[in-house]
């Protein structure tokens, strides 16, 4: 099944008898935005964080399964990373409430492309287990 993904013009040009490898700038592109964003909770934060910010409890349990250590860790590279920003409010008890940055809110799109991607897929191997 051919089909064309938007990225065909990504790679370098070469002859018909080779090999396509994607532009060594690009990849270093790609490794760079795979880099902030593995880690197998990143995603699920940044996705949650998507409606605005959220307390850290409230944060923890709405990933069912994340430990707080892992969750802290995962907030604090996503903040180095300039995906999350911290907000600590002077308030008694102390309130932390983290948030998205502008630069994260750039992956809205991706993000409503995995979901298309996610239903699509999940439909698919759905169908292909009742047939087994």
């Not at 700038?25 to 959220?54: C, Q, S, Y």
């Not at 850290?56 to 300039?82: K, N, P, V, W, Y």
């Not at 994260?104 to 995995?114: C, I, N, R, S």
Request: aromatic share 8%; with cysteine; charged share 25%.
């Amino acid at each position: 099944m051919d089909f064309e993904t938007g990225m065909e013009n990504l790679t370098s040009n070469c002859d018909d008898d080779c090999d396509c490898i994607p532009d060594p700038a690009l990849l270093d592109d790609f490794k760079r935005a795979i880099h902030a964003l593995g880690g197998k909770w990143k995603l699920e934060i940044l996705f949650t964080l998507m409606n605005g910010a959220v307390r850290f409890g409230a944060l923890r349990r709405s990933i069912g399964g994340i430990t707080q250590h892992m969750l802290t860790t995962q907030l604090r590279e996503l903040e180095e990373d300039g995906l999350v920003s911290r907000i600590v409010l002077a308030e008694k008890p102390l309130r932390v409430e983290y948030e998205l940055t502008d630069a994260a809110y750039g992956l809205l799109p991706a993000f409503k492309e995995m979901l298309s991607w996610s239903r699509l897929y999940g439909d698919a191997r759905l169908m292909a287990s009742r047939q087994t």
